[in-house]
């Protein structure tokens, strides 16, 4: 059992798989080789532990132990978090209770943590961290769409909570999102009420986006993008909102990525009869009773 309700184990078989598939697996494949893979299965802790071989000491990283019970999926998850500085991967599980053992052997500062474990239902792995005093975070990344779930991860005090299939941006943009944060919180000094409120709000709220553009990204540029989703009569696609703004689709995709990243923005995805779904984006507020460009001539 692993503590999910009826049908639980099927459903998470079938989105993990399509994380395999469809999350940008192209980059990842070059960059985690089937040695890790392998070596993960294999191993009877389940933690692939770092020995510091990368010439790196590892002081200014965040060391990430990443917990799924599909190795292949696991492996991609752990190709697209070396890729994010100043993040590194320091060991993989795949049981709740290889999870506690790794936790207990390479005290990472972050946990991804997936819900549908063979043994136990992800989020019964938290309680025993702590009661063993860890006090590292841990991000849900996990197919499991039940309210339940989502409201037992807020009370069990989760970064973040990311749902699959999702593709590397998806994922780059909520860890920049925590690294900003995590420096934030290590280097606030607690003079008053002020300073506990700047932290609080930056952990429960989005910042504005000229505050939190991630590294490459212009405030101009990212005007543009929210002005264009803005005025758009449908959905677009990373495609069509480059030609619109006048900039390549690659950029337009990263900014569209970012205002999803910090609830600006709703990603819909549509499937063709083959290939990738393609991922089409609508600025937050619409269809909820605001009105959009155009109604007023439609009413």
């Avoid at 071989?53 to 019970?69: K, W």
């Avoid at 990344?141 to 807020?154: K, Q």
């Avoid at 999702?166 to 900003?180: M, Q, T, V, W």
């Avoid at 923005?265 to 269809?287: M, S």
């Amino acid at each position: 059992m692993n503590g999910a309700p009826g049908g639980a184990d099927t459903t998470a078989t079938t989105d993990t798989t399509a994380t395999t598939d469809a999350s940008g697996t192209t980059d990842a494949s070059g960059t985690a080789d089937a040695a890790d893979a392998s070596g993960t299965a294999e191993r009877a802790g389940g933690s692939d532990v770092s020995d510091g071989s990368d010439g790196s000491d590892g002081s200014d990283s965040i060391d990430v132990l990443v917990v799924d019970d599909d190795f292949m999926v696991a492996r991609v998850h752990r190709a697209f978090v070396d890729r994010v500085e100043p993040f590194r991967v320091v060991g993989v599980a795949s049981t709740g209770e290889q999870a506690a053992r790794a936790v207990d052997e390479l005290h990472p500062d972050l946990v991804l943590l997936d819900l549908y474990l063979p043994d136990v239902f992800g989020l019964d792995v938290i309680p025993r961290l702590r009661t063993a005093g860890h006090d590292c975070d841990v991000m849900v990344i996990s197919a499991a769409r039940e309210t339940d779930a989502v409201r037992g991860a807020v009370r069990h005090g989760v970064v973040d909570y990311l749902l699959k299939p999702f593709e590397f941006e998806d994922l780059r943009a909520r860890l920049e999102r925590y690294a900003l944060q995590r420096g934030r919180v290590l280097a606030t000094v607690v003079h008053g009420q002020a300073d506990v409120d700047r932290v609080l709000a930056g952990a429960t709220a989005p910042a504005s986006a000229p505050a939190t553009l991630p590294k490459g990204l212009s405030v101009e540029t990212a005007a543009l993008i929210e002005r264009t989703l803005r005025t758009a009569q449908d959905t677009l696609s990373a495609a069509e909102c480059a030609t619109r703004a006048g900039i390549s689709r690659v950029s337009a995709r990263r900014y569209l990525e970012h205002f999803h990243s910090i609830g600006n923005a709703e990603v819909t995805l549509r499937y063709g009869a083959a290939g990738r779904p393609e991922r089409r984006y609508r600025f937050r507020g619409y269809g909820q009773g605001v009105r959009r460009p155009g109604d007023e001539a439609r009413a």
